[in-house]
C-alpha cells in the first residue's frame, strides 16, 4: 500500500511537471508577448495553480487587445471564483473592459457603482452575464442596489426576488466556498427586500420580509438592528427594545455597532423614560470615551502598514487581545465578517499552491511561478490588511458620530424634561413593565424573562414598559 501512495504520488508530481513544462514552453514562445499567456494560464489552472496564474491574467489584461475568446473567459471566471474578486477590483476600468468574462464584467460593474456611475454598471450587468453562470446571482443582488439608491423600489424589489431564485438554485453546484457565498448572498437579498420596503415605508411588509431570514444565517446578528429600527418606525417601542436587548447575549458579544445604543436611548426618549434614556447616554460615554482616543493614536501610530493589520487580524482570530475592549470588540467582529473570512481564507488555501510548486524539477519556469505566486500572495495578504484598516477607521469614526448623537439626545431630553414638568396630564405611576403594555397576536405567547438566553429566543424578546408621555400613548 506504502509503495502504491509513493507511485501515486510520484505520478502526480509527473503530471504537474508536464503541464508546467508546457506553461513554460508557451512563455518561451511568448518572446515579451502576450500572445501565448493564453496557453499559459490554461496548463496553470489545469493544476490549479490559480494565484501562479494571475500575473498573466493581468498582463494579458493590461497589454493584450480586447479579448474575445469563451474558453479564456471561462479560466478566468475558475481563477476568480477561487481566489476572490478583490485581486481584480484593483485593475483600472479599462484593463476589465477588455473581457467578456462574466465575473470580471460583475467586477466592472462593481466598480462603476462604487464609483455612481448607476447607468453603466446596470448596462455591465444587463444582457452580458448569462442568466446560468454562478455570478449571475451576485450580479443580481448589486442590480437591486442600484434601483434601491436611485429610489426604483419596485424594480428592486423584483431583482431582490429573482436574485434570491437563482441563489438557491445555484447554490447546489461549485465548492463548498461558493455554496457559502450564495446562500450569504441569497440572505442578502431577502434583507434588500425589506430594505426596499422599508423606504418606501411599508413597514408592516419590511417586518415580514425581515422574518425571512434565518436565524442561523451568517448576516442575522448585524441585522437583528435593521428589524429594531423597522420596529420603531411602527412605534412598537417595546418591541425595539426586546430586540435590542438580545445583543446583551454572549451569544452575540462579537457585534460592534454603537449606533445600538443610539437606537436603545431614542426607543426611551419616546417612551419619555428620561432617566433610561440619559443611562445609556452617560454609560456609552463612560465605556468608550477613553478607549476612543486610544484607538485613535493606535491607527495614527499604524499609518498604513497593511502587514501589521493582517497579522492583528490574525491574532485576534486565535483569541489574542490587543489593546483596549473597544479596540478588541471592533476586531472580534471583522474576524466574523463574511467578506474578510472569504480573502483571508483565500490567502491561506493559495499559500497551498507553493507545496505543489516545490516539488517540481529545479528549473526556470519554477523559479518564475514561485515569484509569481509571492506577487500574488503578498497583493492578497495586503489586501486583507487594507480591508481590517478600513473597517477599523470605519469603526472609529462610528463611535465618533455616536457621541455627537448622544449628545444630541442629551440636549433633547432636557428639553422633553422641561416641558413635561409643565403638563397637567403627566402620569405619576412610575410602574415599571406590565403584561397588558404588550402588542402581541395571537400566534404570539408570553413568557417571563427570566434574565437567560436561548438560541431559539434570540430576537424574539419585547419589552412592556408604560409610557410616560402625557396620554400615556405608545
Not at 508577448?33 to 494571475?54: D, G, H
Not at 505566486?373 to 477607521?393: I, M
Not at 455616536?402 to 416641558?419: G, H, N, P, Q, W
Request: net charge positive.
Amino acid at each position: 500500500m506504502k509503495r502504491k501512495i509513493i507511485l501515486l504520488a510520484a505520478l502526480m508530481s509527473l503530471n504537474v511537471a508536464a503541464s508546467t513544462d508546457v506553461a513554460w514552453d508557451y512563455l518561451k514562445k511568448s518572446r515579451g508577448s502576450v500572445k501565448y499567456y493564453p496557453n499559459v494560464i490554461q496548463n496553470l489552472v489545469k493544476e490549479k495553480l490559480y494565484y501562479a496564474s494571475i500575473p498573466y491574467i493581468k498582463e494579458l489584461l493590461a497589454r493584450g487587445n480586447r479579448l474575445n475568446s469563451k474558453e479564456l473567459d471561462s479560466l478566468i471566471d475558475e481563477v476568480v471564483s477561487n481566489v476572490g474578486v478583490k485581486q481584480f477590483e484593483v485593475l483600472p476600468v479599462s484593463f476589465l473592459a477588455k473581457s467578456k468574462a462574466p465575473t470580471l464584467k460583475y467586477i466592472l460593474a462593481k466598480k462603476y457603482f462604487r464609483a455612481s456611475k448607476y447607468k453603466k454598471a446596470l448596462a455591465e450587468l444587463n444582457g452580458t452575464i448569462p442568466s446560468q453562470h454562478p455570478s449571475k446571482a451576485f450580479a443580481l443582488f448589486l442590480e437591486g442596489s442600484i434601483f434601491s439608491i436611485t429610489n426604483k423600489h419596485s424594480s428592486a424589489i423584483r431583482a431582490y426576488e429573482e436574485c434570491i431564485s437563482k441563489s438557491e438554485s445555484t447554490s447546489n453546484f461549485g465548492n463548498v466556498n461558493r455554496k457559502r457565498q450564495l446562500n450569504i448572498n441569497r440572505d442578502y437579498c431577502i434583507v434588500g427586500k425589506a430594505r426596499a420596503n422599508f423606504s418606501r415605508g411599508k413597514y408592516e411588509l419590511a417586518n415580514l420580509d425581515y422574518l425571512d431570514l434565518s436565524k442561523s444565517s451568517h448576516i442575522w446578528p448585524e441585522i437583528l438592528f435593521e428589524e429594531a429600527w423597522n420596529s420603531f418606525y411602527m412605534r412598537d417601542y417595546n418591541r425595539t427594545l426586546g430586540k435590542l436587548v438580545t445583543y446583551n447575549s454572549p451569544f452575540l458579544s462579537f457585534i460592534f455597532n454603537p449606533e445600538i445604543d443610539v437606537l436603545r436611548s431614542l426607543t426611551y426618549m419616546e417612551l419619555c423614560l428620561w432617566q433610561d434614556t440619559l443611562r445609556v447616554v452617560d454609560d456609552f460615554y463612560k465605556n468608550n470615551e477613553k478607549n476612543h482616543r486610544e484607538i485613535e493614536s493606535f491607527l495614527k501610530k499604524h499609518g498604513k502598514d497593511y502587514k501589521y493589520f493582517y497579522l492583528l487580524s490574525k491574532s485576534s482570530m486565535k483569541g489574542k487581545k490587543s489593546g483596549n475592549t473597544l479596540l478588541n470588540k471592533m476586531l472580534n467582529s471583522i474576524s466574523r465578517d463574511p467578506t474578510f473570512r472569504e480573502m483571508f481564507d483565500s490567502f491561506h488555501t493559495g499559500r497551498d499552491e507553493f507545496e505543489v510548486i516545490n516539488k517540481l524539477p529545479k528549473s526556470r519556469m519554477k523559479s518564475i511561478l514561485k515569484i509569481n505566486l509571492k506577487e500574488a500572495l503578498l497583493l492578497q495578504r495586503n489586501l486583507v490588511g487594507a480591508y481590517v484598516r478600513k473597517r477599523l477607521h470605519l469603526g472609529w469614526h462610528q463611535v465618533r458620530k455616536t457621541f455627537l448623537d448622544m449628545s444630541y439626545i442629551k440636549l433633547e431630553v432636557l428639553a422633553r424634561r422641561k416641558e413635561s414638568l409643565y403638563s397637567p396630564d403627566v402620569s405619576m405611576n412610575r410602574g415599571r413593565g406590565d403584561i397588558k403594555n404588550l402588542k402581541r397576536t395571537d400566534k404570539q405567547y408570553f413568557w417571563n424573562f427570566n434574565g437567560e438566553f436561548w438560541a431559539d429566543e434570540l430576537g424574539d424578546y419585547v419589552f412592556s414598559l408604560k409610557s410616560e408621555c402625557s396620554g400615556n400613548a405608545l
